[in-house]
């Protein structure tokens, strides 16, 4: 796959709204607020899920076989500010990169207008069968490019 340089840039650079192209919106809730009266650490990784699990069912999941499954293998977080309740935010996800059967994410939660934290997935595809990794389908290899 052809470099567009958001591979190759710090995980912090993600704290730019500009750089994505697919969003989804989330809720705060009561229970997401910790002895500190902030949104505890542990909800962002959760909200990060949502953003990407928008993404994949909304442009990908009709281009796969059914059964097949994005599986997350690695998933690294920089915490940049704090959220409170009640409140809503907005993911933002991009594709940082496209391998044979992987695709790393970059995500952004964003709150009040500004980003609370930063995130790098990595997520193999699955095939429906064999829950072993496949290659990704050129159909999915070319929606992915349209989200770097």
């Known amino acids: 796959m052809a470099e567009t340089g958001q591979e190759n840039q710090p995980l912090r650079a993600l704290a730019d709204r500009a750089l994505f192209k697919v969003w989804s919106r989330d809720i705060l ?40 499954a994005f599986a997350l293998v690695k998933i690294t977080i920089e915490y940049l500010g704090e959220m409170h309740y009640p409140g809503e935010v907005e993911v933002g996800t991009l594709v940082r990169r496209i391998g044979n059967s992987s695709v790393t994410y970059g995500q952004g ?23 072993r990794p496949k290659a990704l389908p050129a159909a999915v290899i070319a929606e992915l ?4």
């Open 145 to 148: 490019e349209t989200m770097r």
């Open 109 to 131: 939660i964003f709150y009040n207008g500004k980003c609370a934290s930063v995130a790098e997935s990595v997520m193999v595809m699955l095939d429906g069968k064999t829950r």
């Open 29 to 68: 809730r009561l229970s997401d607020i910790d002895h500190q009266k902030h949104v505890n650490n542990a909800v962002h990784p959760g909200l990060f899920t949502n953003g990407r699990f928008a993404l994949i069912h909304g442009r990908l999941g009709h281009l796969t076989d059914p059964g097949d």
